[in-house]
C-alpha cells in the first residue's frame, strides 16, 4: 500500500514522472517461522534473499539526451522477471549507469542495466554474501545448530562436534542458480584453523521445486561431487573477502 502510494505521487508530478527511474529492494529477508526461528541471523535463502524490483520511466518522455541504457531498459517490455543472480553491490553501478554517471575508482559491483532490456540475459554465475557470528562452548558452528532444528544429531546438519574453542566464525555462501554452498571458517585469519568454525560446510540444493535448504548434502557422495565443482572457487572467494586479523579486531563487537 505504501509503496502504491508513492508510485501514485510520482505518476503525479510532471516534472519528475516522465524520467524517474524506481527502485524497490531491501537489505535483507526475514524468517516467519522457517526452520522454527524468526528475524533473520543465518546463510540461509529466506535471510540472504531479497526483493529486487524496477520500473524504468516511460520510454515516450524521455529527453533525447537520456542515457542509452536508461533508454533500452523504458523500451523493453513491462512486467517481466529475471532469474538472473544479483548482488546488492551491483546497485550502485547499476543506477550511476541509468543516471549517465560515470563512478570513479574501484568497486566490486556489476551494473545489471542489460537485464533490464534483456531478462534472459546472464549476470553472475554466482551471488556471495557472508555472516558472523560467536559459537557457544562445545557447540559447532552451521546454521541448523542457530535455528535448533529438531534433528536426531548434529552430524545430520554436517560436520563433526565436540569442539571447546568460543570464537568469532564467518559464514561464507555462494549461491548458483541451483546450489547453496556455505563454508563456515574463524572470523580471524590469524585464528588456527582447527577451531570449531573450520569444520562447518552446508551444501544444499535450491530453486525450482525443491524445499529451501531442507537436506546438507555435505559428506555424502553427492555434496562431495559439488564441493569437487565448486569448493576451490569458494577457498578463492574467502582469500579475497576473509578480513586481515588487525582490520578484524578493529571491527569487532
Known amino acids: 500500500e505504501q509503496v502504491g502510494r ?55 518522455g524521455l529527453p533525447a539526451t537520456a542515457p542509452p541504457a536508461l533508454r533500452r531498459a523504458a523500451a523493453a517490455p513491462r512486467g517481466v522477471s529475471s532469474r538472473a543472480l544479483v548482488e546488492l553491490i551491483d546497485v550502485l553501478p547499476t543506477i550511476a549507469e541509468l543516471a549517465g554517471v560515470s563512478v570513479d575508482g574501484e568497486i566490486d559491483g556489476r551494473t545489471f542495466s542489460k537485464l533490464l532490456a534483456n531478462a534472459s540475459a546472464d549476470h553472475r554465475k554466482y551471488a556471495l554474501s557472508q555472516w558472523l557470528m560467536r559459537t557457544h562452548d562445545g557447540e559447532h558452528v552451521h546454521n541448523c545448530w542457530w535455528v535448533r532444528t529438531n534433528l536426531t544429531s548434529r552430524r545430520e546438519c554436517g560436520g563433526p562436534t565436540g569442539f571447546k574453542d568460543i570464537h568469532p566464525c564467518m559464514a561464507y555462501r555462494m549461491r548458483t542458480q541451483r546450489l547453496a554452498l556455505t563454508q563456515w571458517v574463524a572470523a580471524n585469519a590469524s585464528v588456527d584453523a582447527a577451531t570449531n568454525c573450520s569444520q562447518s560446510v552446508e551444501v544444499y540444493l535450491v530453486g525450482g521445486t525443491v524445499p529451501h535448504e531442507q537436506a546438507n548434502l555435505a559428506h555424502t557422495a553427492r555434496g562431495d561431487t559439488l564441493l569437487a565443482a565448486f569448493g576451490d572457487e569458494m577457498r578463492r572467494n574467502i582469500d579475497r573477502w576473509r578480513p586481515e586479523p588487525e582490520e578484524y579486531e578493529a571491527e569487532a563487537p
Open 6 to 60: 508513492v508510485l501514485t505521487a510520482l505518476a503525479a508530478s510532471p516534472t519528475a514522472a516522465p524520467t524517474t527511474l524506481t527502485m524497490l529492494l531491501s537489505d535483507h529477508g526475514w524468517k516467519l517461522g522457517d526452520w522454527g526461528a524468526w528475524s533473520k541471523h543465518t546463510t540461509f535463502e529466506a535471510d540472504v534473499r531479497v526483493p529486487l524490483i524496477v520500473r524504468a520511466p516511460p520510454a515516450a
